[in-house]
């Protein structure tokens, strides 16, 4: 990635010199700038990434110097310079559009480190364009479901992506609940901007305020200074809160806040700070019982659900599993530099008889593991853990061939009624119920089934 374009604008001429020094040592271009119209006079030039300014400089100050550039359509970004007795003004121009602030004096190792940040940033924002173009293919996703499930999944999600409705995403562990949320991201107009992950259950419940809303210098002991929270590095972009169920009470207060007034306020901080951000929440607890038991705010809870997408277990949809077998083969679990391996039609049958109370990321962890123990580019059904391979279904009378080889379509017959048994048991006997789930039609389930029972041998 190209270096930084940093401009430094003070009207201190001695200011300019030991900033502008520290910044071209560290290997960043750097340019100066006396004043804001001077400034805005290089802005029109051409691009510069990053504008260091002084907040207080006579005729036009760095706040009106900022609000100036983004009239003009400069996407620069802004660090501004102040005085410890003129944080309100730096939170002032926060609140117009800068990305940070620093206090006087000025450290140069605290300058550079702010630029390695914006310089991680910016690479992190080119990688997402990239990544974007070649996975996800513009809109269309980069693995086409064929259970109906998961398409009602895409529909919604298409649908809701170009709003900025609050989204809450449910279902269990390793469903793809991250997966949903980034995808919502992308197709939103947000793209651009930054997608800020979140797991509220990995904090330590007395960080987790200073994580989100950041806090001011000297706001607790250990904060020597000042630290942009979580929601402000999303300004402008989407933040994924995951497993939200559980966040602590106090704290569900203070987000319900933010939702409402759409800002938010540091701690040891008098100012609140707007910010532009869409929350998109997910939870595999049953947030609705939670409020019952007065473990969930019921107000936060109804904010949040505006929209609910339900992201079904991969067991209700194994229609999905071979294609998406496939898919990760070629995609994630492919050896460095080599081709994605094939999968035995044995070891693909155990794969999609499994139930996988871990669902995809489950799935994702077996193949990964197939694949070290595979031989000669080819998962077969010994490279697979014991608790998958036992798996392979013989409730109903649809027992493995005894002795030799039985015929690939008799395989894939007997598996499928295997499946569609295993279904009707699980749907408490209803078949129709069992045919939604698999992904097929009732004539189509009872057409399996009657010819199955009807070669199968008198008596069993």
């Known amino acids: ?231 402000m590095q999303a300004d402008r972009g989407t933040i994924f809160l995951d497993e939200i169920g559980e966040l602590p009470l106090a704290l569900q207060t203070k987000l319900l806040h933010v939702l409402e007034a759409k800002e938010v306020r540091p701690l040891g901080s008098e100012q609140s700070r707007k910010v532009d951000v869409r929350i998109v929440a997910a939870t595999n607890r049953e947030l609705p019982a939670m409020v019952q038991q007065g473990r969930f705010r019921e107000d936060l809870f109804f904010r949040l659900s505006v929209f609910q997408i339900g992201m079904p277990p991969l067991r209700d949809r194994r229609v999905d599993i071979p294609a998406l077998v496939q898919h990760l083969l070629s995609q994630r679990v492919a050896p460095a530099g080599g081709e994605a391996l094939a999968i035995d039609p044995e070891a693909m049958d155990m794969l999609t008889a499994f139930n996988w109370p871990g669902n995809v990321r489950q799935l994702e962890n077996v193949l990964h593991r197939a694949a070290i123990l595979a031989d000669g580019g080819c998962i077969r059904a010994g490279d697979l853990p014991p608790e998958v391979s036992r798996t392979m279904p013989t409730s109903g009378g649809v027992m493995p061939a005894e002795g030799g080889e039985m015929p690939l379509r008799e395989r894939v017959r007997r598996f499928e009624v295997s499946l569609i048994l295993r279904a009707i048991e699980e749907c408490g006997g209803d078949r129709r119920a069992a045919a939604a789930r698999l992904g097929i039609g009732l004539s189509s389930l009872y057409r399996k089934l009657e010819e199955f029972q009807g070669d199968a041998p008198a008596g069993s």
């Not at 450290?107 to 310089?119: A, D, G, K, S, T």
Request: aromatic letters at 6%; a negative charge.
């Open 1 to 231: 990635m190209p270096e930084l374009n940093v401009l430094v604008v003070d009207d201190e001429p001695a200011v300019r010199q030991v900033l502008a020094a520290a910044i071209g040592k560290a290997g960043y271009a750097v340019e100066t700038a006396a004043s804001a119209s001077e400034a805005l006079a290089r802005l029109e030039k051409s691009p510069i990434d990053v504008v260091l300014s002084d907040v207080f400089m006579p005729v036009t100050d760095g706040i009106e110097l900022l609000k100036q550039a983004r009239a003009r359509g400069h996407s620069a970004t802004f660090i501004m310079v102040t005085a410890f007795a003129s944080v309100d003004s730096a939170i002032d121009a926060i609140k117009a559009g800068a990305w940070d602030y620093i206090t006087k004096p000025v450290r140069n190792e605290e300058i550079v480190h702010r630029l390695e940040q914006i310089e991680a940033m910016h690479g992190l924002r080119e990688e997402n364009r990239a990544l974007r173009t070649l996975v996800m293919g513009g809109a269309q996703p980069a693995f086409q479901f064929v259970s109906p499930a998961m398409q009602a999944i895409d529909r919604l999600v298409s649908r809701v992506a170009p709003t900025d409705s609050t989204v809450l995403i449910t279902g269990e562990s390793g469903t793809g609940k991250g997966v949903t949320a980034r995808r919502i991201h992308e197709l939103s107009s947000r793209r651009d901007g930054p997608f800020v992950s979140v797991n509220c259950g990995a904090i330590p419940e007395n960080l987790i305020e200073s994580e989100l809303f950041g806090h001011t210098k000297g706001a607790f002991t250990s904060a020597d200074k000042p630290r942009r929270g979580l929601f």
